[in-house]
Every structure is written in structure tokens, then in C-alpha cells.
T-cell receptor, first 116, second 115 residues
């Protein structure tokens, strides 16, 4: 099956610093990738849709200047959490869908961000 | 997105079948029923999907009601590794490259497997 890889798997950063999370589709191309955030014992919340070659589309209530998304190629999207604060600590998950089909979506293994 | 309703949690004994229900009374004629599951501390993974007919794959079976207003994911012989949150999701038809085809997750059903 198709593979989506996230890096890093976990990161601890100081409050006020920025953290970049990478999402790669390893064996397929994806014009669209999705970023989710998940707090403990809660469901995944869609943050934004990352479109290759154009600006990301953010869900209502998600600050685009705080969560910077770049989708520079058909296999890579990055999410940068700028000026991170403890309340940004969460499990961040990306998802990608192959260009040539619209069936199942593939998810990364997630990145656990802890801001101290 | 059409909404789905699932029980918050379920329990099952190991090596017994598990039937996970999902109600989707507002499903449209072109919506596919997808199931994903999320194991602890991992991203979700695809389980199965279907439109009208029952579907089987190596992971599970999907039984879809005749009126399509409900479906049931069947794990034929649950193992401890099947303990996860199971999400029932409605999605548009395959083959249509819709950039807005995002997956919105509900609360899902947390499945506990008892040894």
C-alpha cells in the first residue's frame, strides 16, 4: 500500500520557537495533502488543505499565520508551527491522496509536539 | 458532509466477532461508506469502503443496509491488536479529482478487546 511519512515522530520545543513538520508521500504523487491536529482522547480535527503550487486552504478558526503550510512539490508538504506555545502541544497528522485515484486516503504516523 | 453516528465505545472478547454499527440516515446516492481505524499513538489507517453491496477484504467485512442508512463493520475474529478507534465516514465517489475531498472525522467508536 501507499506510504505517507512524517518527520519528526516527536519533538519537544521551547515556548516561542518554531517547529517544522514534514509530510512526504513516498511512492505516489499528491496534489493535495491534509493536516490534522488531535488532542488527547479527542478526534482528529482538520486544520488545512495543502495544495501543491498554491496557497493552503485553512479551516475556520485556524490561524494561517501561526500554522504555515508549504506544498512545494507533489511529494512534500510542510507544516510550521510558529511561535509555539504550550497550548499548541498536540498530535499532528498529515494525509495524502494519490493523483490517479480517489479511494482510500493515506495517513502519516503522526508527530507529537510538546511545547515547554 | 453527511453525518454519521456511532456508539462512543464497545467491548469485545478476544477471538470473537465484533460488529461495529454506523448510522448515516442522510447519506446521498453517490456517497461511499468508508471505515478507518486509529491505533493508539498512530495515524488512521484505511479499513474498507463500499457503496451498496457488502464488501470483504483481509481486514474486515462491511455490511450495508438495503436503504443505505446504516452499515456495520465486522471484524470476524478480534485480536488485541484490533483495539483502536474506528471511524465511519462518508465520501464522494472515486475517480473524481475534487480538491475539496477532505475527510472529516467524527468521534468514532473506541473498541476495547478483552483478553
Amino acid at each position: 500500500g501507499a506510504v505517507v511519512s512524517q518527520h519528526p515522530s516527536w519533538v519537544i520545543c521551547k515556548s516561542g520557537t518554531s517547529v517544522k513538520i514534514e509530510c512526504r508521500s513516498l511512492d505516489f504523487q499528491a496534489t493535495t495533502m491534509f493536516w490534522y491536529r488531535q488532542f488527547p482522547k479527542q478526534s482528529l480535527m482538520l486544520m488545512a488543505t495543502s495544495n501543491e503550487g498554491s496557497k493552503a486552504t485553512y479551516e475556520q478558526g485556524v490561524e494561517k499565520d501561526k500554522f504555515l503550510i508549504n506544498h512545494a512539490s507533489l511529494t512534500l508538504s510542510t507544516l510550521t508551527v510558529t511561535s509555539a506555545h504550550p497550548e499548541d502541544s498536540s498530535f499532528y497528522i498529515c494525509s495524502a491522496r494519490p493523483l490517479d485515484r480517489n479511494t482510500e486516503a493515506f495517513f502519516g504516523q503522526g508527530t507529537r509536539l510538546t511545547v515547554v | 458532509d453527511a453525518k454519521t453516528t456511532q456508539p462512543n465505545s464497545m467491548e469485545s472478547n478476544e477471538e470473537e466477532p465484533v460488529h461495529l454499527p454506523c448510522n448515516h440516515s442522510t447519506i446521498s446516492g453517490t456517497d461511499y461508506i468508508h471505515w478507518y481505524r486509529q491505533l493508539p499513538s498512530q495515524g488512521p489507517e484505511y479499513v474498507i469502503h463500499g457503496l451498496t453491496s457488502n464488501v470483504n477484504n483481509r481486514m474486515a467485512s462491511l455490511a450495508i443496509a438495503e436503504d443505505r442508512k446504516s452499515s456495520t463493520l465486522i471484524l470476524h475474529r478480534a485480536t488485541l491488536r484490533d483495539a483502536a478507534v474506528y471511524y465511519c465516514i462518508l465520501r464522494g465517489p472515486p475517480g473524481i479529482m475534487n480538491r475539496d475531498d477532505k475527510i472529516i472525522f467524527g468521534k468514532g467508536t473506541r473498541l476495547h478487546i478483552l483478553p
